[in-house]
């Protein structure tokens, strides 16, 4: 997909699957803003651009502040001159806990990034797109925006919200020729699944990892390369009819295909 010309942002770009988005950006030939509150991950994600001769820039915030927020948009603007692609994209897991049991910070602190951080990133890329007059714009929700995961509420919570805001934005945006699209990435093999199955199970976290496995038609974990692969889709001139959807990245869970096929026919 050739990005050449074209200037991308991606949140959470310092790990995991907004990474694997910044170096598939940069090798299509994008400028890349990399936006994370992780400055050594971030910084590894640009060297790793820089070393394959593609050009990216850091600068650390958090997305819950929407000064951070302003700043980094700011940054964007002017160094590279536009946003035409934004991955929306850092989050949190928060606790694992049952609903009953759910302390009311880490509930807090979950919505804070993952709904909050999200909406105030379209607040203020949004305006940039609609003076340039497009662009195209990818919110990570998860298959938790789906469907529940017993044990994170507020994770199942704010990947809804995610949701309902990225079909919003797209109705209203649509007529500046922005589109707004949510992926939703099932297991993903990434430093988040891992501290899941540590937090489900201390002392065996790979059993977890193993039985989640054997419920996804696949029969494995994706990869983030998957998952950024099509962010990079529905932010290319390909995508150019869709808009205020949803993409599943889950090797077949959801649909439930699974326990069709552990009938002993396979
Ligand atoms: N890994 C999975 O299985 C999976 C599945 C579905 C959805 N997702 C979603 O994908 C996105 C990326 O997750 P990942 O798996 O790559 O996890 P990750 O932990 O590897 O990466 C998340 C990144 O977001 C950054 N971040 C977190 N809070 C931040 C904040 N307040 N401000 C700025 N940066 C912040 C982290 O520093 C990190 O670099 C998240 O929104 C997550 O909910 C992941």
């Not at 770009?13 to 950006?25: E, H, K, S, V």
């Not at 809804?160 to 020729?177: F, S």
């Not at 419920?215 to 205020?244: H, K, M, Q, W």
Request: charged fraction near 15%; glycine fraction near 12%; charge should be neutral.
């Amino acid at each position: 997909m050739d990005f050449t010309g074209k200037v991308a942002v991606v949140t959470g770009g310092g790990n995991g699957i907004g990474r694997a988005t910044a170096l598939g950006f940069a090798r299509g030939g994008a400028r890349v803003v990399v936006v994370d509150r992780d400055e050594t991950g971030g910084a590894e994600t640009v060297a790793t651009i820089q070393a394959a001769g593609g050009e990216a820039i850091f600068t650390a915030a958090n997305v819950t502040s929407s000064a951070d927020v302003a700043a980094y948009v700011r940054l964007a603007v002017e160094t590279y001159g536009r946003i035409d692609c934004f991955h929306n994209n850092a989050g949190i897991e928060g606790r694992i806990a049952p609903t009953a049991d759910y302390a009311e910070d880490d509930f807090d602190a979950v919505m804070a990034v993952n709904a909050k951080g999200v909406f105030l990133g379209m607040r203020h890329v949004l305006p940039v797109m609609i003076t340039q007059g497009g662009g195209a714009v990818v919110n990570t929700a998860s298959v938790a925006g789906l469907a529940p995961s017993a044990g994170m509420v507020a994770y199942v919570a704010s990947k809804h919200a995610v949701l309902g805001m990225t079909k919003v934005a797209a109705a209203e945006v649509g007529r500046n020729n922005i589109r707004v699209n949510a992926v939703c990435p099932g297991p993903i093999a990434t430093r988040m699944t891992r501290d899941i199955a540590r937090q489900v199970s201390p002392n065996n976290p790979d059993a977890v990892e193993a039985r989640y496995s054997s419920s996804i038609p696949l029969g494995r974990y994706g990869t983030a390369e998957e998952v950024a692969n099509v962010v990079l889709f529905l932010c290319s001139d390909l995508a150019s009819n869709v808009t205020g959807t949803q993409y599943v990245v889950d090797g077949g869970r959801l649909s439930g295909a699974a326990g069709v096929t552990s009938n002993g026919m396979r």
